[in-house]
Structures are given as structure tokens and as C-alpha cells.
């Protein structure tokens, strides 16, 4: 089977750098993709790592480790409006499916 | 470009009643995909359609829900009887076959609402 886990709440302060970890166990790995969910809204694609190493899309950058089945989501210069919750996903299998964590609320103080 | 458009955006009915959601894609994707999602937890796959063909319906409870995509566009999930364990956020996702697959994008609507009492 497959599984993941990730921390369920993080919380900082504005303008802060924050770090939402991933781990993962699936057979058939292709790559970890992150998504974004405000409250009430739809999930939205934030990155994708297919290789070890860093990713850098603005104020968010994602990190993945494949030997140690491990990445992350780093989030700078923290903006109120980056209050959501934070799903890793799993691209793996021979259909490609794409499986998702239980998500981490992430809460920004001013 | 719209984005996926889903309705009702909330339905309340009460158990071993009937419900239907629909979805409209992005146009020209012909990938879709039901999900389902539960208060606190990520989005579980319920049912993948490429074109008309379902393609990956595994994990769609089949006693109780069933979906369509006659003319390969948009998409219909249905629920009957439902029971209160339904109560849910249920998605619906587009992509393109090679951005899904290589890439792991998926665009959701904003899901419609199921409260079952």
C-alpha cells in the first residue's frame, strides 16, 4: 500500500520561513507534488519533484530526497494570505495515480 | 480560461436519499477525476475517466455510487441510497493525459458540499 505522512498543524508569524515535511512509503515512485487548499476552496498545484534536490517557484521552493523517501515544502517571507492547508502527493503505480497526504493546516500570525 | 466548474456547490438530504453532483471540465482535457474528501483529511480518488472510458474506478464503492461521462466532457456522480458516512467534499479534477502523468497537475473545482443527515 501507500502512505505519507506530514505534520497536521504548523503555525509562524508573518514574514517568517516555514518548512511542512512529507514522507512516504509507495511503490513505483515517478514524484511528489504539493497542493494548496484555502478553507472552502479548490486544491491548487503548487510544485512537482520528479528528482532529487530543490525547486524554486518564487516564495516557495520543494525539496525531494528519493533514497530517504522524504521531501518538503519551504514557504518565505510568510504573507498572511498563505493560511491553508498544505497536501504532499505521491505520483506512483503504473497508472500514475496521484495520492495524497492528510494535509497540514498551516496558520500565519501577524 | 474557466477553471472546472461544479455543482451544487452544497447539498443537504437525508440518508437513503439519492444525490447527484456534476462536473464540467477545462476544455480539452480529457482526463477527470472524482474525489472524495473528508473533513481534516487530503482528496481520495474515487473514479478516473479518459474520454468516456473509466479508466480507474477501483476504489468507487459500486453498491452505492456511480458516475458517467457519456459524450467524454463533462461528468456525473452519483449516490444512492446515501448514508451518513457520505458526508463529504466530493472534487472533480481535469487534466491533460501527459500534464497529470508527468507532472502530477491536477486543476479541481471547488467540490460540492454533501452533508447527509
Known amino acids: 500500500g501507500q502512505s505519507l505522512e506530514q505534520p497536521s498543524e504548523v503555525t509562524a508569524v508573518e514574514g517568517a520561513i516555514v518548512q511542512i515535511n512529507c514522507t512516504y512509503q509507495?511503490?513505483?515512485?515517478?514524484?511528489l507534488s504539493w497542493y494548496q487548499q484555502h478553507d472552502g476552496g479548490a486544491p491548487t498545484f503548487l510544485s512537482y519533484?520528479?528528482?532529487?534536490g530543490l525547486e524554486e517557484t518564487g516564495r516557495f521552493s520543494s525539496f525531494l530526497s528519493r533514497s530517504d523517501s522524504y521531501g518538503y515544502l519551504l514557504l518565505q517571507e510568510l504573507q498572511m494570505k498563505d493560511s491553508a492547508s498544505y497536501f504532499c502527493a505521491v505520483l506512483s503505480g503504473s497508472a500514475r495515480q496521484l495520492t495524497f497526504g492528510s494535509g497540514t493546516q498551516l496558520t500565519v500570525l501577524p | 480560461e474557466a477553471g472546472v466548474v461544479q455543482s451544487p456547490r452544497y447539498k443537504i438530504i437525508e440518508k437513503k436519499q439519492p444525490v447527484a453532483f456534476w462536473c464540467n471540465p477545462i476544455s480539452g482535457h480529457n482526463t477527470l477525476y472524482w474525489y472524495r474528501q473528508n473533513l481534516g483529511q487530503g482528496p481520495e480518488l474515487l473514479i478516473r475517466?479518459?474520454?468516456?472510458?473509466?479508466?480507474?474506478d477501483s476504489q468507487l464503492p459500486k453498491d452505492r455510487f456511480s458516475a458517467e461521462r457519456l459524450k467524454g466532457v463533462d461528468s456525473t456522480l452519483k449516490i444512492q441510497p446515501a448514508e451518513l458516512g457520505d458526508s463529504a467534499v466530493y472534487l472533480c479534477?481535469?487534466?491533460?493525459?501527459?500534464?497529470?502523468?508527468?507532472?502530477?497537475?491536477?486543476?479541481f473545482g471547488e467540490g460540492s458540499r454533501l452533508t447527509v443527515l
Open positions: 475517466y479518459e474520454n468516456e472510458e473509466a479508466v480507474d
Open positions: 519533484n520528479a528528482l532529487d
Open positions: 479534477a481535469s487534466s491533460t493525459p501527459g500534464l497529470a502523468e508527468n507532472t502530477g497537475e491536477l486543476f
Open positions: 509507495t511503490s513505483g515512485f515517478y514524484g
